[in-house]
Every structure is written in C-alpha cells, then in structure tokens.
C-alpha cells in the first residue's frame, strides 16, 4: 500500500473512533463529572485525536517534505507522552491496576519512539524501513494500545478505585 493512502485511511479511521468515543461518553455523563473519570475518558480521547493529527501531518508533508510530518510528530508525540506520563503518576497513587499502569507505561514508550523516529529519521534504518514507514507501524501500535484502553475501561478495570 502507497504509505499516503495508508496514512489518508488511518487519519479517517482514527477521527471515526474519535466520533465513535465521544458517543460513548455521552450516554454516561457521570463520567465527566468525576475528575479521575474524566482524566481516563481524555485520556482515552487523545489516544485517537493525536494519532489522527500526525497522519493528517503526515498526508501534508509526505515524501517531498518530510520535515513537515517530522517536527509535527515530535510535537505530538511530547503532548501525547506527557498528558500519558501524568495520567501515570495520578494513576499510581489513585490505586490503578498494575496492568493498567504498564499499559500506560507502554504508550508513553511508543510516544517516545515516535518523537526519536521523527528528530532522527535515520534511526528507521535499524529496522531496514522508511521513516515514515517506522512511524506508520508506531502509530498503529499507539491505536491498537487506545483500543486495549477502551476495551478496560468499559469492563471496569480501567477506571479509578473510587468509581469502578
């Protein structure tokens, strides 16, 4: 597949499961009205919003002009990694499952590899692909992770102590 039309169906897909959460949250306002509930259900949010942004960036810089996808998933990826980073440091004293915990830990790590990749492409060669070809693979990697996330939190195990 042309790495631009995976990354034109990816941004799609990924803005479908924006939609398609925010619809969710809707049927149950009392998720917004708990401040640890409402950190999960953003944080669920941006595990689709920020992977849609950088395929959008990446449609608008393609090939001729890498540097575009290339500092915009860098940027992404710092506002993914802290707003991750800080949902862990709530989520240890807030008493989260470990597995829960390691799953955040994990997307804060592709987030890391997604701003690595994008400060220096060359790193891709390790792997014998693109660059843009290395973050694609990230990226599906952070979605599949947002669909783990979701997954728990539906079933209870992802949501605070307090309100499970």
Do not use: K
Request: charged share 10%; aromatic share 10%.
């Amino acid at each position: 597949m042309d790495v631009s039309t995976f990354y034109a169906l990816f941004s799609a897909t990924c803005f479908t499961l924006v939609g398609l959460w925010w619809n969710v949250v809707q049927g149950h306002p009392d998720w917004m009205r708990a401040p640890a509930l409402r950190r999960v259900v953003g944080g669920i949010y941006l595990s689709f919003l920020l992977p849609a942004l950088m395929g959008l960036f990446a449609q608008v810089g393609g090939t001729e002009q890498p540097q575009i996808w290339r500092a915009s998933f860098v940027v992404v990826s710092v506002v993914g990694c802290v707003s991750t980073l800080r949902l862990l440091a709530r989520g240890r004293s807030g008493g989260d499952s470990p597995e829960l915990l390691w799953h955040r830990l994990g997307v804060a790590v592709l987030y890391v590899l997604v701003a690595v990749v994008g400060a220096a492409p060359e790193v891709a060669g390790v792997v014998n692909l693109r660059p843009i070809q290395a973050e694609a693979l990230l990226l599906i990697l952070l979605v599949v992770l947002g669909h783990g996330l979701v997954w728990r939190f539906m079933a209870g195990e992802g949501r605070p102590a307090e309100t499970a």
